[in-house]
């Protein structure tokens, strides 16, 4: 499909959205992985930005005795995973145009975005990210901060317990619904910024509103993105160098699917 992206700067407004099924996500993973195997060093780079982060995020934790933190670390960092996103859609974007690879204008396209909508609809993911991470700070002290423990990693037989239990059963229900709302506002709202001339509200107000109009196909595509991310991060966090790419490639070549070509 052909990217609606010229030389004079994306175009105006929200472009209409076709509809999606099962067989849509299947050949936007497939386009997704191809995209990885052709170019792996943008993988590399934008990839590696997130394992660093992981390896940070766990020395932080344990060096500070804060265990119960990496926690909630480990689980969710990769939700800033969109600042690098607009790398791996741009790459994306200029394969399927058969446009050079060039770092410098990738990294321009990347830096022409600081100064456009990206960074407000980052913002609110990271507004939504700390109250989450506070809220799971209150939900741990509600249900065990009363209880006996050296700290978490040495006093793992508290989760044991009635109370231990009940708080991950309702910590893990809040960060599902913090999960699906950051997934809901984003999934379209990110590479449309990049495609459109739009404002990050009207973006996240398609983006939700599409999946909430499609809600079987597209919660089954984010709940996928979850259990690739998590599996990825259990061998030391390594797996994201492959999961990251081609998940960001994949989610671009789904919008760009879903993008109904304009006449002219």
């Not at 999946?211 to 089954?220: C, K």
Request: net charge negative; aromatic share 14%.
């Amino acid at each position: 499909m052909e990217s609606v992206v010229n030389e004079d700067g994306p175009q105006q407004g929200v472009p209409e959205f076709s509809e999606v099924t099962f067989a849509t996500l299947k050949k936007a993973l497939r386009l997704g992985l191809s995209d990885l195997i052709f170019a792996p060093g943008f993988a590399l780079v934008f990839g590696g930005v997130y394992v660093l982060a992981g390896f940070f995020l766990t020395w932080l934790t344990l060096a500070t005795g804060t265990s119960y933190w990496l926690v909630l670390a480990a689980i969710g960092f990769p939700l800033f995973s969109p600042f690098a996103a607009v790398g791996f859609y741009e790459v994306s974007r200029r394969l399927e145009r058969g446009q050079p690879l060039d770092w410098m204008q990738i990294f321009s396209v990347i830096l022409r975005q600081s100064k456009r909508q990206l960074p407000s609809l980052c913002a609110v993911i990271v507004i939504v990210f700390l109250f989450w991470f506070f809220l799971g700070h209150m939900i741990f002290a509600l249900f065990l901060g009363l209880s006996p423990m050296t700290n978490v990693s040495s006093s793992l037989e508290v989760f044991l317990t009635a109370n231990g239990l009940t708080m991950l059963a309702v910590g893990t229900a809040v960060g599902a619904g913090f999960a699906t709302l950051l997934y809901m506002i984003t999934v379209l709202a990110l590479p449309l910024l990049l495609d459109r001339d739009v404002d990050f509200v009207t973006a996240m107000i398609t983006s939700f509103g599409y999946v909430q109009r499609h809600p079987v196909v597209m919660l089954s595509w984010g709940v996928f993105l979850a259990l690739a991310t998590f599996v990825a991060m259990l061998p030391l966090f390594l797996g994201l160098f492959v999961a990251l790419p081609v998940l960001g490639h994949a989610t671009w070549h789904l919008y760009d699917q879903l993008r109904v070509p304009e006449d002219g």
